[in-house]
């Protein structure tokens, strides 16, 4: 494929007005039956044409050459087909019988007009409209300038302040209300686009590497990102071995990694992670959560090296409770990766729906101040680093089975070599070693998952869901097979008050929703649909009765000193709650007799 320069400054300019831009339009114009603006079209559209766009003219030659030529057609138009039966000499009235009144005649441009700016833009400089959300809403784009040189090249730039930039190159004076005016006519004209969405197409600084083939492509803005790695890919770069001379410590990037923690699988899974922040295309469908509840542990250096992997204005700080906020997620427009590595101390994420629809690039809407909002369907990937676990309102699988919790367990406390961070994880050799390791010497599409980071995030749900941690505790150690709701309630209320004393319960129905929503982890336990009969499965004393000090469950009526019959109260004949079976969580084979855990596979 051919990289077209397509920018104005990228040769030299031409000096006079192109011969043939405008014979198309003559006639039109002399025959006065072309319209205002369909003139201004038509002219501008024609000189266009007569330019080569792989050796456009600078700014000034564009305004000065198309000014030219569109009053002197404007000019046509006013005067109208010349009479060849009268002399040149004659009065100028009398060569142009059919010219215009003063009221009825087209106004000569000092300026370019907005309708004009936006032709030169989509024309010249690739504008589009590029869609956020695939083509499902049309009004849901934004402009994009292509970027044919600077550190975005080969990405567009959907910025505000680069189209207004732009559109004051060809007209320094324009209002703010010219601007606007010219952006909405941009917006009418500009053809619609979609984000790439190959996953194998990955932008870097110097193209577009194809992890399939492992080939690096020229730019082409036929591919459509905003975003890229601001770092080379250079084919067989090498691990730099670093010396530093004050210290007599040799450092390359490949062991220090591997210090990052003592099982193998967790430091091969941060190499994924960190390829994962640079393939945006790619639905991880997790984001990546850096745990340790000490510092000097490694996570924020670890930051440090991606954000400088994906480069400057690719990736975004967003903290956790940033995503039940309104106008804090307007960024993500615009990069490939969140990097966070501070989040607040006793984080609660209230609404975690935007969240959940960044991580599994999903469309979600985003709040702008002062414009429009959007549905964005957010490409990349997100780090979020935590001291201390957030607590998120949404208790659900569809959450959980979304994080990818990886613990920083090793503590760098008097052995810091602060350069490693402050230089090394910048330099330029360093980054492309790193870029090529992860490019070319990869091969997955799914983030690996050690058992250290399913038993973190064991533990988080544990953490985030009170009553998930009441079940765990709790229903091994009942004595009855059956917990009416009320029973269950206060024992929930009082073991809150016993290890949660800060926290407040939720209410009666909530904890009926919440807690019938976990029991598939307790398949002994169902919730009953009728009235259960008591007999037979509470007959015997409850201990959690005197345990949780449950004073509305004890048996008032005996006054010994026994406490398993203060434990044993009179109870209702039926009940609704919760009911256990204890064969239930036995496997089939072992209650009927009948078949094997093998045989029972084998079918």
């Known amino acids: 494929m051919r990289q077209k320069e397509n920018r104005p400054g990228a040769g030299d300019a031409y000096g006079t007005v192109p011969n043939n831009c405008i014979n198309d339009i003559t006639d039109m114009c002399e025959s006065q039956s072309i319209a205002y603006d369909d003139l201004l079209e038509a002219v501008t559209l024609a000189y266009l044409s007569d330019i080569d766009t792989d050796l456009s003219p600078d700014f000034s030659t564009v305004k000065v050459e198309l000014l030219e030529i569109t009053n002197d057609c404007i000019e046509k138009y006013n005067l109208g087909r010349p009479d060849e039966n009268v002399p040149p000499t004659a009065k100028k009235s009398e060569r ?35 869609l956020w959300n695939k083509a499902e809403n049309e009004g849901n784009f934004d402009i994009g300038i292509y970027q044919t040189d600077g550190e975005n090249e080969g990405c567009y730039d959907t910025r505000d302040e680069t189209l207004e930039r732009l559109i004051r190159s060809y007209d320094k004076t324009m209002s703010l209300r010219g601007v606007d005016e010219t952006v909405a006519i941009l917006r009418s004209i500009c053809k619609r686009v979609e984000r790439c969405s190959d996953r194998d197409l990955i932008p870097v600084n110097n193209g577009i590497f194809d992890y399939g083939s492992k080939v690096l492509l020229g730019f082409d803005p036929e591919y459509v990102f905003t975003s890229k790695s601001k770092v080379d890919f250079v084919p067989n770069a090498q691990n730099p071995v670093i010396r530093n001379d004050d210290d007599g410590t040799d450092w390359d990037v490949v062991s220090w990694m591997n210090e990052l923690s003592d099982d193998p699988e967790v430091v091969d899974l941060l190499w994924e992670v960190m390829g994962a922040t640079i393939r945006p295309a790619v639905s991880w469908n997790k984001t990546a959560w850096f745990y340790s509840m000490s510092g000097n542990n490694g996570k924020g250096t670890l930051c440090t090296l991606i954000r400088n992997l994906c480069g400057r204005g690719t990736w975004a700080s967003v903290p956790l409770k940033a995503f039940s906020q309104q106008f804090m997620l307007e960024p993500l427009c615009r990069v490939s990766a969140i990097i966070t590595d501070e989040n607040d101390t006793g984080t609660f994420v209230d609404d975690a729906a935007a969240l959940k629809s960044v991580i599994t690039h999903d469309p979600f809407q ?74 070319y010497e990869t091969d997955y599409y799914e983030l690996s998952i050690p ?147 093998n045989e029972m596979e084998s079918e």
């Open 96 to 130: 142009y019988p059919d010219a215009k009144k003063p009221e009825a005649r087209y106004r000569r441009l000092t300026a370019l007009h907005p309708l004009q700016i936006a032709i030169l833009i989509r024309e010249l400089h690739h504008g589009v409209g590029i």
């Open 366 to 439: 985003i709040n702008r101040k002062f414009k429009d909002p959007r549905t964005l369907m957010f490409r990349g990937f997100m780090i979020q680093c935590v001291n201390e676990f957030p607590k998120l309102k949404d208790k659900s699988e569809s959450m959980y089975r979304r994080l990818l919790v990886i613990p920083f367990e090793k503590r760098f406390e008097g052995h810091e070599r602060k350069y490693i961070k402050n230089d090394y994880l910048h330099r330029r050799e360093v980054l492309e070693y790193v870029l090529y390791r992860l490019l």
């Open 451 to 597: 058992q250290s980071c399913k038993d973190m995030l064991a533990d988080f749900k544990t953490y985030n869901d009170p009553i998930r941690q009441f079940c765990e505790e709790v229903l091994s150690d009942v004595s009855w097979d059956l917990l009416p709701w009320d029973f269950a309630y206060d024992l929930y209320c009082a073991w809150m008050q016993k290890n949660q004393p800060s926290g407040r319960p939720i209410g009666k129905y909530g904890f009926k929703k919440d807690l019938a929503a976990l029991l598939s982890l307790w398949p002994e336990w169902s919730c009953t649909e009728n009235a259960v009969r008591s007999q037979g499965h509470m007959d015997c004393a409850e201990p959690l009765i005197l345990k949780y000090e449950l004073r509305n469950w004890m048996n008032h009526d005996y006054r010994g000193s026994d406490p398993m019959r203060v434990c044993q109260p009179e109870v209702k004949e039926r009940y609704r709650g919760l009911l256990r079976d204890k064969t239930a969580a036995v496997p089939a084979y072992m209650v009927s007799g009948e078949t094997t855990a």
